[in-house]
């Protein structure tokens, strides 16, 4: 028979499971209201390119647009999370260099080249060519 303690330790495990639960739940639903305002602005943007990023165990897919003024970035991760980021954009020699608008401690950035692949680099190379999708 299970001791009192192994019953309350049962106990406290289960509502910390159903508490993680609805903050599942909430971060979900919370999520679907986020994205929601995006499918009224579809009409208004000008997509630049989808790619996937196929590298071993990543799958994510990759949306760069502009609308208006502004380049976005948007990426739906292969666990289902997304991200969408304002880019700032600087044309080089070797492309279009797209930096995220909120900054990257480690001076990663995308680069855009004239042929519309997606570029992965760094402050010293660019690393991966993202797969056109």
Do not use: P
Request: proline letters at 0%; charged letters at 30%; aromatic letters at 10%.
């Amino acid at each position: 028979m299970d001791s009192m303690a192994e019953v309350i330790q049962d106990e406290c495990s289960q509502t910390e499971s159903r508490e993680l639960l609805e903050v599942i739940k909430m971060s979900v639903v919370e999520k679907r209201q986020r994205l929601s305002w995006q499918e009224k602005d579809v009409v208004s943007r000008e997509v630049v390119g989808r790619w996937i990023d196929d590298r071993h165990c990543v799958g994510d897919k990759i949306t760069l647009y502009r609308q208006g003024q502004k380049i976005f970035l948007e990426t739906w991760y292969s666990d289902g999370c997304h991200s969408l980021d304002e880019m700032m954009s600087t044309q080089t020699e070797d492309g279009l260099k797209l930096e995220d608008k909120g900054g990257n401690i480690f001076g990663e950035y995308f680069l855009l080249s004239a042929e519309n692949h997606l570029r992965f680099c760094n402050s010293s190379e660019c690393f991966y060519t993202a797969k056109a999708a």
